[in-house]
């Protein structure tokens, strides 16, 4: 292939958005009340029509003939890139929050700088993906404060799940090798820079939510290298299922 | 805001014009803005479409309505999606906005209510039913990618609110 690294940051972005979008699909039809259960699978379809512009673009450059469908539904587990934090399961509603809560300011913040990828098609898809991802960061904070300033039982449910989510934050500022190179080709974003702004923020909405900071500094890393946690095979063999089992179907 | 030209050959404008949003089916494709130019090039109808949302699905089926229609008209089209400059709200015409109200969808707000909506939380979305400005939100996300669900204090009809994209 002739621009790997490209291909490769393609779809270490792409993944994250895939793997949500598939946890938050799990809920259509199981959120705990139907406006909530319809802006999961709303954010779920906005982050799936994301990463068909991402992959659409990933197919370009790898110009092997291999399709969107393709690059979503036919790699194995460790030819995944996505963070540990997207993959983790929706376990309640508290956990759902955080984990989107977690993710969408990173996501924002990461968008925020890819809009001025000197590539004009990331940076396209980062100005449409923008608009889009603050209606899911506004959700997100807003369920993080009623759920932190609301009951004991609420509240003590959402800090328990920042607790546990915690450990995944750390890796969302690892670089791969993709990402340096795409970074000194002024490509990429260097995530690195945006360490201080996302815990800045995120630390400003767990105090408005009457939450405790994790001081934890244990942190899980692993899937932007391909190493998942336990939880990324079973999401794998419900997200493939149809391909695997009935390969080249079409809608 | 956005301002970008849309290159519409205008003999194909009546053609785009009879083409509806198939979520929203009293809107044209041309009051939504999707379309983002056409033209005839060596007899082939080129046409250029942006999405309102990234996962909207019914850029599948306008680009099929459109390729339908311009045969009918005695055309051969070819449509592409692009996604730059990015879709905005301020592109649905003043025809489309009034389309969407007596639909029972509250259009989307202009650039100085939208703000404040934004920025200090306050609701000034209209009841599309009754007028009033007393209206609540009661999620940010509706039936489609496109809209938030409100419900008016007043007259307590539920409706639906076309969200700003800016």
């Given at each position: 292939m002739k621009n790997e690294n490209l291909y490769n940051y393609i779809l270490g972005i792409a993944d994250n958005s895939l793997i949500l979008g598939q946890r938050l699909g799990e809920l259509c039809g199981h959120?705990?009340?139907?406006?909530?259960?319809?802006?999961?699978?709303?954010?779920?379809?906005?982050?799936?029509?994301?990463?068909?512009?991402?992959?659409?673009?990933?197919?370009?450059?790898?110009?092997?003939?291999?399709t969107e469908d393709d690059i979503a539904m036919l790699r194995k587990e460790r030819e995944y890139f996505?963070?540990?934090?997207?993959?983790?399961?929706?376990?309640?509603?508290?956990?759902?929050?955080?984990?989107?809560?977690?993710?969408?300011?990173?996501?924002?913040?990461?968008?925020?700088?890819l809009e001025k990828s000197t590539d004009l098609n990331l940076s396209a898809i980062a100005k449409k993906s923008i608009k889009e991802v603050s209606y899911h960061k506004r959700f997100s904070s807003d369920w993080i404060k009623?759920?932190?300033?609301?009951?004991?039982?609420?509240?003590?449910?959402?800090?328990?799940?920042?607790?546990?989510?915690?450990?995944?934050?750390?890796?969302?500022?690892?670089?791969?090798?993709?990402?340096?190179?795409?970074?000194?080709?002024?490509?990429g974003v260097d995530v690195t820079k945006l360490?201080?702004?996302?815990?800045?923020?995120?630390?400003?909405?767990?105090?408005?939510?009457?939450?405790?900071v994790p001081e934890s500094k244990y942190f899980q890393k692993g899937g932007k290298q391909g190493i998942h946690t336990e939880h990324m095979g079973y999401l794998l063999a419900d997200l493939q299922y149809m391909q695997r089992t009935y390969p080249?179907?079409?809608? | 805001m956005t301002?970008?030209?849309?290159?519409?050959?205008?003999?194909?404008?009546?053609?785009l014009e009879s083409i509806s949003d198939p979520e929203i089916p009293v809107l044209s494709i041309m009051d939504m803005g999707v379309v983002r130019s056409a033209v005839i090039e060596n007899?082939?109808?080129?046409?250029?479409?942006?999405?309102?949302?990234?996962?909207?699905?019914?850029?599948?089926?306008?680009?099929?309505?459109?390729?339908?229609?311009m045969q009918k008209a005695g055309y051969i089209a070819e449509v592409d999606l692009i996604l730059h400059p990015a879709w905005t709200t301020d592109w649905i015409t003043p025809r489309g906005r009034k389309a969407l109200e007596d639909y029972g969808i509250a259009a989307p707000l202009d650039e100085e209510a939208d703000k404040s909506v934004?920025?200090?939380?306050?609701?000034?979305?209209?009841?599309?039913?009754?007028?009033?400005?007393?209206?609540?939100?009661?999620?940010?996300?509706?039936?489609?990618?496109?809209?938030?669900?409100?419900?008016?204090?007043?007259?307590?009809?539920?409706?639906?609110?076309?969200?700003?994209?800016?």
């Open positions: 959120g705990p009340s139907l406006e909530t259960d319809i802006a999961c699978t709303n954010m779920s379809l906005d982050l799936l029509g994301q990463v068909r512009s991402y992959y659409q673009y990933a197919t370009k450059i790898a110009g092997d003939g291999r996505n963070v540990l934090l997207v993959e983790q399961p929706n376990t309640d509603f508290g956990y759902t929050m955080a984990r989107q809560f977690l993710f969408d300011v990173y996501h924002f913040l990461m968008l925020t700088e009623r759920l932190g300033d609301g009951t004991e039982e609420s509240h003590s449910r959402i800090q328990t799940a920042i607790n546990d989510l915690w450990t995944y934050t750390d890796e969302l500022f690892h670089q791969t090798e993709a990402d340096k190179a795409m970074v000194a080709e002024g490509v360490k201080d702004a996302y815990y800045e923020e995120v630390n400003a909405v767990l105090e408005e939510a009457t939450l405790s080249n179907m079409e809608w | 301002t970008t030209e849309q290159h519409i050959n205008p003999k194909l404008v009546k053609v007899d082939i109808v080129k046409i250029e479409i942006t999405p309102t949302y990234s996962g909207c699905p019914a850029m599948d089926v306008i680009g099929d309505d459109i390729k339908r229609a934004l920025l200090e939380g306050k609701q000034l979305v209209k009841c599309p039913q009754c007028g009033s400005a007393n209206t609540k939100m009661i999620s940010q996300f509706g039936s489609t990618a496109c809209k938030a669900q409100f419900q008016c204090n007043d007259c307590q009809e539920p409706f639906d609110y076309f969200k700003c994209l800016k």
